[in-house]
């Protein structure tokens, strides 16, 4: 495997970008990181410090108050914090995803972040998940991948998820929100979620973890032209 290499892998909510990335960042010994945790943290931010979710300019003036930081256990979990604070689990709040979906529209927020995704990943093999990877953060990743599923598949992977949690909200309610993300995420002027042009489209509604792995795994052999 050659020295230092990228896999940027976008698509749309629930399409199981994060575990994708993290089964292959593992395989093939690179660093994971979850681009997605970075603008739930700064959703947070403005929730916890009472910013309106609808104003773009006070999002954008108090972006730089948002002290976001990432870190990784032995193992290479990664957690992220608002300065000390682990906020890794408050992140996943349902109304922090929607917080997150509010505050990357903001321009002043992407460049915050895309900077800060370079500087972690500078130096290191990495794969990254999240909506414009291959296309503005690691333009010349070694490999992209635009990983996809029916929203209908992705609701359902969403709904069993929470109500392993414990979370047991409605398949319907699952569904509308994913469809109120896909909306925010694709018609945001600012670095919207599309495919880039040499990204390898991986629809997977009908794979499974292991068999998505392994296909990546594969181009990425493929695209770095050794056998790992
Ligand atoms: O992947 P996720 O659901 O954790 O992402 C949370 C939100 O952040 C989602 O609405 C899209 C946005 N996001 C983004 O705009 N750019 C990224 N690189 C990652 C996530």
Not at 78 to 103: F, K, T
Not at 112 to 134: F, T, Y
Request: hydrophobic residues 45%; charged residues 25%.
């Amino acid at each position: 495997m050659s020295a230092v290499f990228s896999i940027a892998i976008d698509g749309p909510s629930g399409a199981g970008k994060s575990s994708v990335a993290r089964a292959v960042a593992k395989r093939l010994g690179a660093m994971y990181l979850d681009t997605g945790a970075m603008y739930r943290a700064i959703g947070l931010y403005m929730l916890k410090t009472g910013v309106p979710l609808d104003d773009a300019q006070a999002i954008a003036a108090n972006c730089a108050g948002a002290d976001v930081r990432v870190g990784y256990d032995a193992e290479g979990r990664q957690s992220v914090y608002l300065g000390d604070e682990d906020v890794s689990e408050a992140i996943r709040a349902a109304e922090v995803s929607l917080a997150a979906s509010a505050v990357s529209t903001v321009p002043e927020v992407r460049a915050r972040m895309v900077a800060l995704q370079r500087e972690i990943a500078k130096g290191h093999s990495v794969v990254m998940d999240g909506r414009d990877i291959g296309t503005k953060v690691l333009p010349d990743a070694t490999l992209k991948i635009y990983l996809t599923a029916s929203v209908d598949v992705r609701a359902w992977r969403r709904h069993l998820e929470l109500a392993q949690k414990g979370m047991n909200e409605p398949y319907e309610k699952v569904r509308e929100e994913l469809i109120r993300r896909d909306e925010l995420d694709t018609h945001r002027a600012a670095s919207p979620l599309c495919r880039a042009e040499d990204a390898v489209e991986v629809d997977c509604s009908q794979m499974t973890l292991a068999q998505v792995e392994e296909r990546i795994a594969a181009l990425a052999r493929e695209a770095m032209g050794a056998k790992a």
